[in-house]
């Protein structure tokens, strides 16, 4: 069951802020260059940290894994930096009205 979270903010621009717990997130193919060096045990120590991680919820690196984590977290944080930051652009555009209407069509 997905867990949705509203906030509202109301203040002299009048902004909504709507947070939910996302749904996908990146996982550079870069981390798969590590998997054969693992057991299958410790692959998935590391898989359930990030799955926690991306949820939010306490999470601790995997044992004997504080680099690989620390960098996996970073990934982790700047693909979700870069994404809010798209979404705050978007919103920002879309309280513009739109795309304006082309000269060239007809509306019928």
């Keep these: 069951m997905e ?37 299958d045990e410790q692959s998935a120590q590391l898989f359930r940290a990030i799955y926690s991680y991306v949820l939010d919820e306490p999470t601790s690196p995997p044992v004997g894994m504080n680099n690989l984590w620390r960098e996996i977290r970073y990934q982790l944080d700047d693909n979700k930096k870069s994404y809010d930051n798209k979404v705050k652009a978007n919103r920002k555009n879309g309280k513009k009205g739109g795309r304006p209407v082309s000269k060239l069509s007809s509306v019928k």
């Design 3 to 39: 867990t949705l979270y509203n906030v509202t903010a109301l203040n002299d621009n009048f902004e909504v802020l709507v947070m939910q717990k996302r749904k996908s997130f990146l996982l550079r193919t870069s981390l798969l260059a590590t998997l054969p060096d693992m057991s």
